[in-house]
């Protein structure tokens, strides 16, 4: 069982490897790998629904207990693992399709591939430790492959924006982490919170990196940013998995935030699930409609979270996960089609590319929660289950007939009367071929709400007569509000295409204030740190230099100094025998000679 | 044969002839003639002892034959040198040259 946990991370990074190298035919050689390594995550998905259950761990610090890092197999991580690599397999047959005209293609398939290594690492990760490891891998791979377009201006920008708010969030992790180690001793999963104070950190740091990865409000800017990145990175990375991930991190700590963190956690998808709907009308591109939906469908998943417990909450990210893909990919044909994905641009290219439209038109009806595909039942679970809890259903409601407005809008502006333009298309097939299957998925899905709740050990998720109810009256509202052409107050309307202002309110909240902050460190840095004591320092060093070159130089120029004249006067002695008067050297030699005779005499003698 | 101490004493006064010369003269070419009588001297000594020591040797003789071209020599230079210094400075007194003082 280890060996198929290794092979459902590696197989990925291997597959990686093999269509960077791969060159022309870098699609069949990903999708290829992609299939391959999607069978270890089905093999350990049948393993795991007959009772098997297996962790490896390896001690990474032995003087730090608690710290291991490690792999496991357990309902949830491979309920995870078999989306991530099912709708991984899905998306990247399909970019082998989209990218069919990209010179760089090997390198977009690798990242996708790449991108599912780390992803599987981040759902097996046995403990927070390895966990965060590959949560930040995540990170910084997203960043990447939202830049992937080097033509796109806006690439680079969401990139950054991404990596940065993702990355301000993860704090929240960090000091959730570090507070758990403090208070529990260690970092594995199913720990009780400690309490005080480190519990609040544990609580709010947990649920602060949840709503930062899962781009919950006011956090959700980045997400309509990183729709600037190729479709199939949006498909996978901003709606099926990365984002998902949040939803994960709260499932995982379920026990850890019992209580109050969840509460919050469920205000926050509660809020967020209408924000997002709000927003989503009011966008202009087809991308930031569904990422805005995004946004709004993990808001719900918080709330399942919240108040259904994990079955509730994965069985919309699973259900999401292949109704938002779908969507998605059938925006990337679309976006060939029409070569963009601004709505006003893309007015009537669902009469011009049916497939295309149909496989939408799936998606659509599934995240719409319209009975009987898969999200319908998902999201109606979360809407029994927050039943007992009245502010919740409100919103959830509200969402929901949000929904179906938006959702609905897109649909008529993609069916509209328009005159027939439908460029022929590399790849097209490809694509219409894997959207096609995750539709399938997405309205298969719906059936497996029990044997997951089975899975996971957990009630099967209740649908009542009331939630059916109210949802479909929730949905047919929004959808009539849209019928009968209702338009929002100005403002309203003007707050949404804004994205309620939530930027402009960080950039006040959280940018303002870091960046005075920086600004007065900086001023402290340059006049007190650079000015007083470093620059100071160097000038006290210097002085004391000078002083001590002088004395210096003055002891050793005097022995010089010393030397010469000593020379000097042995020169002024011995110029005295040098006369110029030959009789007198003369006589010195005959009188030298006369002494080295006597001393030869001597000696002889002696 | 003339013995040895009667030629030990007339190179023996030849020396001292030449060395008051040396010492004592004070016109250069009168000091050059000091240095002739004893090279003079001293080449007596080596054929005396010569004669009397080993009759049957040459080398004695080769020596005084090197003296001898050693003497032309230094008489050729130091004349020549007398001679460049008379027309420069009319005077050939060696106490009046005393330039390579320090």
Redesign the interface.
């Known amino acids: 069982m280890v060996a198929l946990l290794w092979a459902v991370v590696l197989l990925p990074l291997a597959a990686a490897a093999a269509t960077r190298l791969a060159g022309p035919r870098a699609d069949v050689v990903a999708l290829a790998g992609a299939a391959v390594a999607a069978i270890p995550a089905w093999i350990l998905l049948v393993a795991a629904a007959g009772g098997e259950r297996a962790t490896w761990a390896m001690t990474w610090l032995p003087a730090a207990p608690g710290l291991d890092v490690g792999l496991r197999l357990d309902a949830l991580s491979v309920v995870m693992a078999v989306t991530v690599a099912s709708v991984g397999l899905a998306v990247v047959a399909y970019a082998g399709g989209y990218f069919a005209n990209e010179p760089r293609r090997p390198a977009a398939l690798a990242g996708l591939l790449a991108f599912l290594c780390a992803m599987q690492g981040l759902v097996l990760a046995d403990g927070y430790l390895t966990l965060l490891i590959f949560w930040e891998i995540v990170g910084a791979l997203s960043a990447r492959l939202i830049a992937f377009d080097r033509a796109e201006p806006d690439g680079p920008a969401g990139a950054v924006r991404a990596f940065l708010t993702t990355r301000a969030a993860d704090v929240g992790l960090y000091v959730a982490l570090l507070a758990l180690y403090a208070g529990a001793g260690t970092l594995a999963f199913g720990s009780e919170r400690p309490g005080g104070e480190l519990g609040a950190l544990v609580g709010i740091g947990l649920v602060l990196a949840a709503m930062g990865k899962s781009a919950q409000a006011p956090l959700q800017g980045w997400l309509a940013g990183a729709m600037a990145g190729p479709t199939p990175v949006s498909a996978l990375l901003h709606s099926a998995t990365m984002v998902a991930a949040g939803v994960y991190l709260l499932v995982r700590s379920h026990e850890l935030l019992a209580g109050w963190p969840l509460e919050i956690a469920g205000w926050v998808g509660a809020i967020t699930a209408v924000a997002g709907a709000v927003i989503a009308l009011a966008q202009q591109d087809l991308k930031r409609v569904l990422a805005a939906s995004t946004t709004s469908q993990l808001g719900l998943m918080f709330v399942g979270a919240a108040a259904g417990g994990p079955a509730v909450a994965i069985f919309h990210l699973v259900a999401h996960a292949a109704g938002k893909a779908t969507l998605f990919l059938a925006a990337g044909m679309f976006q060939h089609d029409r070569e963009g994905t601004a709505l006003e641009r893309l007015r009537g290219a669902g009469r011009d590319d049916r497939a295309a439209m149909a496989i939408f038109a799936v998606g659509a009806l599934s995240i719409a929660a319209v009975p009987p595909f898969a999200a319908f039942w998902s999201k109606d679970a979360i809407t029994a289950a927050a039943e007992g809890h009245a502010g919740w259903l409100a919103l959830v409601l509200l969402a929901g007939a949000g929904g179906a407005a938006y959702l609905l809008r897109v649909a008529r502006i993609l069916w509209a009367p328009a005159p027939h333009t439908r460029p022929v298309v590399a790849g097209h097939r490809m694509m219409a071929g894997a959207a096609g299957t995750l539709a399938a998925a997405s309205v298969g899905l719906g059936l497996a709400g029990a044997p997951l709740a089975a899975l996971l050990s957990a009630q099967p998720p209740a649908i009542t007569v009331t939630s059916v109810v109210l949802s479909l009256i929730a949905a047919a509202v929004g959808a009539g509000a849209i019928l009968l052409g209702w338009r929002a107050p100005a403002p309203v309307a003007a707050a949404a295409r804004a994205g309620l202002y939530a930027d402009a309110m960080l950039r006040t909240v959280v940018q303002a204030p870091v960046a005075l902050g920086a600004r007065l460190a900086a001023r402290w840095d340059d006049r007190m740190l650079d000015g007083a004591i470093v620059d100071g320092t160097g000038r006290v060093t210097l002085r004391i230099a000078h002083a001590q070159r002088r004395l210096e130089e003055r002891r050793i120029d005097a022995a010089v100094d010393e030397l010469a004249r000593a020379v000097g006067r042995a020169g002024a002695q011995?110029?005295?025998?040098?006369?110029?008067?030959?009789?007198e050297y003369?006589?010195d030699t005959?009188l030298g000679t006369m002494a080295v005779v006597v001393l030869i005499a001597l000696a002889a003698v002696l | 044969m003339i013995s040895l101490p009667v030629v030990l004493a007339v190179a023996a006064v030849m020396f001292g002839i030449g060395l008051y010369g040396v010492l004592g003269q004070t016109n250069t070419i009168m000091v050059m003639m000091g240095v002739e009588l004893m090279l003079g001297a001293s080449m007596l000594n080596l054929v005396g002892f010569m004669r009397y020591a080993w009759p049957d040797a040459a080398s004695g003789a080769f020596f005084v034959l090197i003296v001898m071209t050693l003497m032309a020599l230094e008489a050729a230079v130091g004349f020549g040198l007398v001679i460049s210094v008379f027309r420069n400075r009319r005077t050939a007194e060696l106490d009046d040259l005393t330039e390579l003082g320090g």
């Open positions: 011995n110029r005295r025998l040098q006369t110029g008067r030959l009789h003369l006589r005959v």
